[in-house]
């Protein structure tokens, strides 16, 4: 059900719009509880349907981002060197269920979505084994990324794990290996025009 879903959803915004005007670009939906079939799924999305890659949730899979489960869609993307974007918008599990006020649910849900997501890629080394593929955390504002770069650097500072699989350079910290990723346009963090902090990320 699940990949048949995925596909029609696909083949539905290919027909909508990539069809009615080259002016349109868009990313598919891949059934990620089967990465095989959604290996299969990207292939066909980007050469058959001409789109530029797939949205992927940050939360509510089986496994984080990071695992392995993950890296054929990974090693595909990169192969095909297009973009998976990110987005916050599954809550379910995080410790927001109790919460009354839907506007507390989302203010908190997108970018702690991006953060789980964003630390679990860039410990496992994610983005390190696929250089070519283009990653963008979508919705989740511009200051979870500063929180990205204190908290993972510090916490690699003082609790340097021996399974992590980070590629630094002799000498980098963990806060200069994330800025040069986005540097080399492997990380894109999406952004409102009118949002507060946008002219301090932009700066950093």
């Known amino acids: 059900w699940m990949c048949v879903a995925t596909r029609a959803y696909n083949d539905w915004i290919t027909k909508t719009y990539l069809e009615r005007s080259n002016r349109f670009q868009a990313v598919g939906l891949l059934p990620l509880r089967d990465p095989d079939e959604a290996v299969k799924e990207l292939r066909r999305m980007v050469r058959e349907l001409g789109m530029v890659g ?5 939360t509510g899979l089986a496994y984080p981002l990071g695992a392995r489960e993950y890296w054929p869609v990974y090693e595909e993307a990169n192969r095909l060197g297009c973009c998976l974007g990110i987005h916050g918008g599954a809550h379910s599990g995080l410790g927001f269920d109790q919460l009354n006020i839907f506007s507390a649910i989302h203010a908190l849900g997108h970018p702690v979505g991006m953060m789980i997501s964003f630390a679990s890629m860039l410990f496992n080394g994610v983005f390190d084994r696929f250089p070519d593929m283009r990653v963008g955390f979508m919705e989740g504002g511009v200051a979870w990324i500063f929180t990205m770069l204190e908290r993972c ?10 399974d992590s699989a980070i590629a630094l350079k002799p000498g980098e910290t963990v806060r200069q290996h994330i800025i040069q990723l986005i540097r080399n346009g492997q990380i894109f963090i999406g952004c409102e025009g009118d949002e507060p902090e946008l002219a301090a990320a932009i700066s950093v």
């Open 54 to 58: 797939a949205m992927l949730p940050s």
């Open 153 to 162: 650097d510090g916490s690699y500072r003082s609790q340097p794990s021996a």
